[in-house]
């Protein structure tokens, strides 16, 4: 993305997250340290969403705009809109449900 200069407000990610442990396919860093690169680079203070399709109890991102999913659902989408849109957004979700 920063070589092509692909302008993303979003990246979306599917893993099982062990390529946090090796350092990255990629390049050989962390996959954090290439989402924080591609903000510099773009001026973009992209989300990134990482789902966790195996959970081993590893992640490979943290921080603002970082938004961590364990499995896999059609409603993913629905939960990414809703987490982009700040926690509060998410608690008045949740109390939809408990009220």
Not at 12 to 25: A, F, Q, T, V, Y
Not at 58 to 74: R, V
Request: some cysteine.
């Amino acid at each position: 993305m920063i070589d092509d200069n692909i302008n993303a407000d979003r990246v979306i990610i599917l893993s099982d997250n062990e390529c946090n442990s090796c350092g990255g396919w990629y390049s050989r860093k962390p996959v954090q340290s290439i989402a924080d690169e591609y903000r510099k680079a773009s001026g973009n203070d992209i989300w990134v969403h990482a789902i966790d399709l195996q959970g081993y109890g590893t992640q490979q991102f943290h921080g603002a705009k970082t938004n961590i999913i364990a499995g896999w659902s059609e409603k993913v989408f629905d939960f990414i809109k809703i987490a982009e849109q700040g926690e509060g957004t998410l608690e008045k979700s949740i109390e939809q449900y408990i009220y």
